[in-house]
């Protein structure tokens, strides 16, 4: 089944620790974005990629960090330099030339102690 | 730039009552307009989506919604509410004929259905 993969489905860390988010997705789309979702505030666009080798900051990149070394990967990196990062992470992907509905992973809750 | 308002973060309505959540929104150019569902500690659904063509659009679990771009609005309908149908819906725009395929969310709201 195509889909994307995020993992794991929770994951604890320490203050002060660097911590990173898998995403994978075998749908065959150039484009992948990293959202974080806090309770009544929606989704907020951290950084998004639409070709391999390239990413773009979104509305709320400080303290995160992204690579996009394959078309199918593109992890996120919580930094201890962002100063409230226990959130629910999503990632999306979709193809390029289409109507950009976005495709979901399933998330990650991070909590950061 | 673009934007999305939902009206409403959280409404509640009684099992086998109209659903009806609204959705308005600002786009410079035509947009391409989602609904998508979120079930708690999942991602996110595609509902439906308008992007030309006839405005009023079907999706998935019974709900539609109506694009009016007089009204800037994409208001999302069922007509029978389901204990199952209990979420939080967002709703998004992105610019038709775009290059960076981004969305823009409303902060979504919390549908409640009572027994």
């Known amino acids: 089944d195509g889909g994307i993969t995020q993992s794991p489905k929770y994951l604890f860390r320490k203050e002060g620790q660097n911590v990173t988010l898998s995403c994978e997705q075998n749908?065959?789309?150039?484009?992948m974005y990293w959202y974080r979702q806090d309770p009544g505030q929606g989704l907020r666009l951290i950084y998004y990629s639409q070709i391999v080798n390239d990413f773009q900051k979104g509305d709320i990149a400080e303290g995160y960090s992204v690579s996009r070394e394959k078309k199918e990967s593109f992890p996120l990196t919580v930094t201890s330099a962002q100063k409230n990062p226990t959130a629910f992470y999503l990632c999306?992907?979709?193809?390029?030339?289409?109507?950009?509905?976005?495709?979901f992973g399933p998330g990650t809750r991070l909590t950061v102690l | 730039a673009q934007s999305v308002t939902q009206l409403g973060s959280h409404v509640s309505v009684s099992e086998g009552a109209l659903v009806l959540l609204r959705c308005n929104y600002s786009s410079s150019v035509p947009p391409y307009l989602f609904w998508y569902v979120q079930y708690p500690n999942q991602g996110l659904q595609l509902l439906l989506k308008?992007?030309?063509?006839?405005?009023l659009v079907k999706g998935i679990n019974g709900f539609e919604a109506e694009f009016k771009k007089s009204e800037t609005s994409f208001h999302l309908t069922k007509p029978s509410a389901h204990m199952s149908d209990a979420a939080e819906y967002f709703c998004a725009v992105t610019e038709s004929g775009g290059s960076n395929y981004k969305l823009t969310f409303g902060k979504g709201t919390l549908l409640t259905v009572n027994p």
């Open positions: 749908l065959n789309h150039d484009a």
């Open positions: 999306a992907s979709t193809t390029s030339g289409g109507f950009n509905e976005q495709f």
């Open positions: 308008y992007t030309t063509g006839a405005t």
